[in-house]
């Protein structure tokens, strides 16, 4: 059983990214109609980068877990590791499929939190599972920035936002 467990702790965060994917599969085109910031990325870059950031993310998030003494530790890593993803999850929903751009910027700056914080538990209890989170809390500064463009450019414009 406990193979099954760290093969869960390792692949359910891809899963999950892959049905917020198809939750969201009209991205692509509301990505394609509003003004970008500079240095905003091609539309195909997202199906590419975010399965490679999902699966390290469990990686990461399985090795601390498995450097866990207690079940009091393992709790801990749980929550954080759970808390970030909700709002990762949460994040695509609020932007794309219920357009409240604004309250998704500002969920942007917990998510981003709460992923650093993430980050730095699991690099407490194994070095390398916190240097996994780096592509994904990068990755996640650059989103910010991504959104809180979107939003400026775009706040005004009819259908953009019902926030």
Do not use: C
């Not at 970008?36 to 399985?62: E, H, N, Q, R």
């Not at 992923?115 to 538990?121: E, G, P, T, Y």
């Not at 916190?130 to 991504?146: E, F, K, Q, R, T």
């Amino acid at each position: 059983m406990t193979d099954l467990k760290k093969i869960t702790r390792r692949v359910l965060p891809l899963a999950g990214g892959l049905i917020i994917g198809r939750l969201t599969a009209k991205a692509q085109d509301d990505y394609k109609q509003y003004k970008k910031p500079p240095y905003s990325p091609p539309a195909i870059a997202f199906p590419i980068v975010w399965p490679i950031l999902y699966t390290s993310m469990g990686i990461a998030y399985d090795k601390a877990y498995e450097k866990a003494e207690d079940k009091a530790e393992r709790k801990e890593l749980k929550s954080v590791h759970y808390t970030q993803l909700g709002l990762n999850y949460a994040w695509s929903l609020l932007y794309f499929n219920l357009k409240l751009r604004k309250i998704s910027l500002l969920e942007s700056y917990v998510l981003l939190a709460a992923s650093n914080i993430a980050a730095n538990k699991f690099y407490k209890f194994e070095k390398t599972a916190g240097l996994l989170m780096i592509p994904y809390v990068s990755w996640l500064s650059y989103a910010s920035y991504l959104n809180g463009g979107n939003w400026i450019l775009n706040k005004d414009k009819e259908g953009y936002t019902r926030d």
